[in-house]
């Protein structure tokens, strides 16, 4: 059984790479899953055969893992930037300088757009991956990377690597993965991530292995290293990486003069456009690996590379009209609403003015030839107008003096150039966002209600307030377009669901001006009770960690009203969580005031997010690293030696989980 066991994971493996790094697979998606599934089979009967990197592991865990940093074998070294042909031929020169009668060949590749990576492998096995971090520490993320398909977690032992190498990359979230995860933002009202850099360093040091494998991060990869490398230049160690089963620059060309550096450049300025990922330039580095060593480093970066970087893409399509759109706060949002241009990769049709000053300060008019930018960004935005194209006689936009959903007078907010509709309870697109957005996953999580939804049980007068919704009843539902039973019973079971949401999610659903998901949490820890909240004055409101007087007074403001102040009542009476009932959020004290504390390696009472909250709620520090002025190390299971023997070295004490809650009294 050991040797099916064995063999179902080689095929796994190989099936793997063909697919995720090869592009060339040979079974059907059922044919894999019929091998993954007899693979689950065998190793739940033989548990003894275990593998922490078997196929079978790639789905991640819902287990929350604080990140542990370590130093870098080798520094990750950032690269000298430039944006002109003539400053990379330049470097040429000064790197033919630097090695007199020598023939020096150049590799030019791609330089994508993602988070930098570090990999290191000892005797075929995946043993830990590193973010670049500051260059010279970087954040432990194994457990995260495993979730990524294209990389191997075991390597085939006659595949010529050595025994002990690190490989570097780039984590990417490619176009068609950004803009799936960007939609589901969108709909439960969160931020959207600026560009897929943003969204694969966010998703790389999420706190759920589960959430990441689900994202659809890939990665590719542009150095080796090793004491033992397969060649003298960096071209062939490459070559040899992908033979080894690891998905490298597919980009890569030997460049033997300036003149082929400087085609090289002009394109792939053109035909990056067309790549499934986000790229922001090109790299080029010296080919020969005795050369690169000659060469040397300077104290930021490598004298035998270079980046060069992409100018921001631009493009200029005609202005059709601007709309005015309403968000759930009140705020009035000008929209371009555009000619369809291509830019980077994507079609825009819109792109927001975000207010009445940059419609100003651009100057724009009616039916303008506008400049959209992306630049690294997927955000587009107007950068500026081609007055030279400009129609006789056309109109500056004005922008609107009256809500275009409500018809309410406009207000200016104080110090700030937004414009918004004071009519929070009569206008229609703000209770219709209010609805959505206590529906919505990381607030109630109430599955069915988006923002379709949420319009349809407005239109129909079925929600109002957001009480409202804990009376719905199934035939209701079941009128709405799109709904049948099943669907109606999953808005029900879901409302059912989310009286266990705890407080501070409770108090972020509510649409309180200015707090968000982060002070949510901050302010449900330091009060423990809507009650308490309600009741506070500003003075000891502004007395909470980073609470303002302007966030104080729209907290002081909401209460205030009537209708909110019923609005929690029904809450209340549905059976919602309106008191902080995890024992952290209660019951502080100062017994490890001015204490440093090291959290490392896994526990069985708490998690580590909340034993970092204990620490704190305690008058506890948290730090990351241990050194002199660390106080203590909370140590659980699998604690990491380093970590144990520089403790021990250092004479700091090192509690147990029970030694900690006995001297915090739970």
Same mark, same amino acid.
């Given at each position: 059984?050991?040797?099916?066991?064995?063999?179902?994971?080689?095929?796994?493996?190989?099936?793997?790479?063909?697919?995720?790094?090869?592009?060339?697979?040979?079974?059907?998606?059922?044919?894999?899953?019929?091998?993954?599934?007899?693979?689950?089979?065998?190793?739940?009967?033989?548990?003894?055969?275990?593998?922490?990197?078997?196929?079978?592991?790639?789905?991640?865990?819902?287990?929350?893992?604080?990140?542990?940093?370590?130093?870098?074998?080798?520094?990750?070294?950032?690269?000298?930037?430039?944006?002109?042909?003539?400053?990379?031929?330049?470097?040429?020169?000064?790197?033919?300088?630097?090695?007199?009668?020598?023939?020096?060949?150049?590799?030019?590749?791609?330089?994508?757009? #993602?988070?930098?990576?570090?990999?290191?492998?000892?005797?075929?096995?995946?043993?830990?991956?590193?973010?670049?971090?500051?260059?010279?520490?970087?954040?432990?993320?194994?457990?995260?990377?495993?979730?990524?398909?294209?990389?191997?977690?075991?390597?085939?032992?006659?595949?010529?690597?050595?025994?002990?190498?690190?490989?570097? #990359?780039?984590?990417?979230?490619?176009?068609?993965?950004?803009?799936?995860?960007?939609?589901?933002?969108?709909?439960?009202?969160?931020?959207?991530?600026?560009?897929?850099?943003?969204?694969?360093?966010?998703?790389?040091?999420?706190?759920?292995?589960?959430?990441?494998?689900?994202?659809?991060?890939?990665?590719?990869?542009?150095?080796?290293?090793?004491?033992?490398?397969?060649?003298?230049?960096?071209?062939?160690?490459?070559?040899?990486?992908?033979?080894? #089963?690891?998905?490298?620059?597919?980009?890569?060309?030997?460049?033997?003069?300036?003149?082929?550096?400087?085609?090289?450049?002009?394109?792939?300025?053109?035909?990056?456009?067309? &790549?499934?990922?986000?790229?922001?330039?090109?790299?080029?580095?010296?080919?020969?690996?005795?050369?690169?060593?000659?060469?040397?480093?300077?104290?930021?970066?490598?004298?035998?590379?270079?980046?060069?970087?992409?100018?921001?893409?631009?493009?200029?399509?005609?202005?059709?009209?601007?709309?005015?759109?309403?968000?759930?706060?009140?705020?009035?949002?000008?929209?371009?609403?555009?000619?369809?241009?291509?830019?980077?990769?994507?079609?825009?049709?819109?792109?927001? &003015?975000?207010?009445?000053?940059?419609?100003?300060?651009?100057?724009?008019?009616?039916?303008?030839?506008?400049?959209?930018?992306?630049?690294?960004?997927?955000?587009?935005?107007?950068?500026?107008?081609?007055?030279?194209?400009?129609?006789?006689?056309?109109?500056?936009?004005?922008?609107?003096?009256?809500?275009?959903?409500?018809?309410?007078?406009?207000?200016?907010?104080?110090?700030?150039?937004?414009?918004?509709?004071?009519?929070?309870?009569?206008?229609?697109?703000?209770?219709?966002?209010?609805?959505?957005?206590?529906?919505?996953?990381?607030?109630?999580?109430?599955?069915?209600?988006?923002?379709?939804?949420?319009?349809?049980?407005?239109?129909?007068?079925?929600?109002?307030?957001?009480?409202?919704?804990?009376?719905?009843?199934?035939?209701?539902?079941?009128?709405?377009?799109?709904?049948?039973?099943?669907?109606?019973?999953?808005?029900?079971?879901?409302?059912?669901?989310?009286?266990?949401?705890?407080?501070?999610?409770?108090?972020?659903?509510?649409?309180?001006?200015?707090?968000?998901?982060?002070?949510?949490?901050?302010?449900?820890?330091?009060?423990?009770?809507?009650?308490?909240?309600?009741?506070?004055?500003?003075?000891?409101?502004?007395?909470?960690?980073?609470?303002?007087?302007?966030?104080?007074?729209?907290?002081?403001?909401?209460?205030?009203?009537?209708?909110?102040?019923?609005?929690?009542?029904?809450?209340?009476?549905?059976?919602?969580?309106?008191?902080?009932?995890?024992?952290?959020?209660?019951?502080?004290?100062?017994? &490890?005031?001015?204490?440093?504390?090291?959290?490392?390696?896994?526990?069985?009472?708490?998690?580590?997010?909340?034993?970092?909250?204990?620490?704190?709620?305690?008058?506890?520090?948290?730090?990351?690293?241990?050194?002199?002025?660390?106080?203590?190390?909370?140590?659980?299971?699998?604690?990491?030696?380093?970590?144990?023997?520089?403790?021990?070295?250092?004479?700091?004490?090192?509690?147990?989980?029970?030694?900690?809650?006995?001297?915090?009294?739970?």
């Amino acid at each position: 059984m050991e040797e099916r066991i064995h063999e179902l994971r080689r095929q796994l493996n190989r099936h793997n790479k063909l697919y995720y790094v090869d592009n060339a697979p040979e079974i059907s998606d059922r044919e894999f899953d019929e091998l993954m599934k007899e693979l689950e089979r065998l190793e739940a009967l033989h548990p003894e055969f275990a593998d922490p990197l078997s196929p079978t592991q790639r789905v991640g865990s819902d287990l929350n893992k604080a990140f542990e940093s370590i130093e870098h074998t080798r520094p990750m070294l950032s690269l000298a930037n430039t944006y002109s042909i003539e400053e990379v031929d330049s470097w040429i020169n000064s790197v033919r300088k630097l090695l007199p009668s020598e023939e020096v060949t150049i590799c030019g590749e791609m330089k994508y757009d #993602g988070t930098s990576i570090s990999l290191i492998y000892e005797h075929g096995r995946l043993v830990r991956a590193v973010t670049r971090g500051d260059g010279t520490r970087g954040d432990i993320v194994t457990d995260n990377v495993k979730t990524i398909p294209s990389i191997p977690l075991t390597l085939d032992p006659d595949c010529g690597a050595p025994d002990e190498f690190e490989i570097r #990359g780039e984590i990417l979230l490619p176009w068609a993965a950004f803009d799936r995860l960007n939609r589901e933002r969108e709909a439960n009202d969160e931020p959207l991530f600026a560009n897929p850099r943003n969204a694969a360093s966010g998703t790389l040091k999420t706190l759920n292995s589960a959430e990441v494998s689900r994202r659809g991060l890939d990665a590719i990869f542009y150095y080796v290293l090793s004491d033992s490398l397969p060649a003298d230049n960096h071209y062939d160690n490459l070559r040899a990486a992908a033979g080894w #089963g690891f998905k490298v620059a597919p980009i890569l060309q030997r460049l033997h003069s300036i003149e082929q550096v400087d085609e090289f450049i002009r394109r792939w300025d053109v035909e990056r456009k067309t &790549l499934p990922v986000a790229t922001d330039g090109l790299v080029f580095k010296v080919d020969s690996l005795r050369q690169q060593l000659n060469l040397g480093f300077t104290a930021k970066s490598p004298r035998w590379a270079i980046a060069y970087k992409f100018a921001a893409e631009r493009a200029l399509t005609k202005l059709r009209y601007v709309t005015f759109e309403v968000g759930r706060m009140g705020i009035v949002t000008p929209v371009a609403n555009l000619e369809p241009v291509l830019l980077s990769g994507t079609i825009v049709k819109r792109a927001s &003015l975000h207010n009445e000053d940059i419609i100003r300060k651009l100057d724009i008019h009616q039916g303008d030839m506008l400049y959209v930018e992306k630049g690294g960004e997927i955000i587009p935005k107007i950068t500026g107008v081609d007055t030279s194209a400009r129609e006789p006689g056309s109109r500056p936009v004005e922008f609107v003096t009256e809500c275009p959903a409500c018809g309410t007078p406009l207000v200016r907010v104080e110090g700030e150039a937004a414009w918004v509709c004071p009519n929070k309870y009569g206008c229609p697109p703000q209770i219709i966002g209010r609805i959505e957005h206590f529906a919505a996953r990381k607030m109630m999580n109430i599955d069915g209600i988006g923002a379709e939804t949420a319009q349809q049980l407005y239109e129909r007068g079925l929600v109002r307030s957001t009480a409202d919704i804990y009376d719905l009843q199934p035939e209701q539902l079941e009128l709405l377009s799109g709904f049948g039973p099943r669907s109606a019973m999953r808005v029900i079971e879901g409302a059912e669901e989310s009286k266990k949401a705890p407080f501070e999610r409770v108090l972020y659903a509510l649409s309180i001006p200015n707090v968000g998901a982060t002070m949510s949490k901050k302010i449900a820890r330091a009060v423990g009770s809507i009650d308490r909240l309600m009741a506070m004055s500003a003075p000891e409101l502004c007395a909470i960690e980073d609470v303002g007087p302007t966030m104080a007074e729209g907290i002081i403001d909401y209460f205030a009203d009537e209708r909110n102040r019923e609005n929690i009542a029904r809450l209340r009476n549905a059976g919602l969580q309106f008191e902080a009932q995890v024992k952290q959020y209660l019951g502080g004290s100062d017994v &490890l005031a001015g204490l440093s504390i090291v959290i490392s390696g896994t526990f069985s009472r708490h998690s580590r997010d909340e034993y970092k909250e204990l620490i704190e709620l305690h008058g506890g520090k948290n730090v990351g690293s241990i050194s002199k002025k660390t106080s203590a190390v909370l140590a659980g299971e699998n604690m990491g030696p380093a970590k144990l023997e520089k403790a021990q070295s250092l004479g700091i004490p090192i509690w147990n989980e029970e030694e900690f809650l006995k001297k915090i009294g739970e």
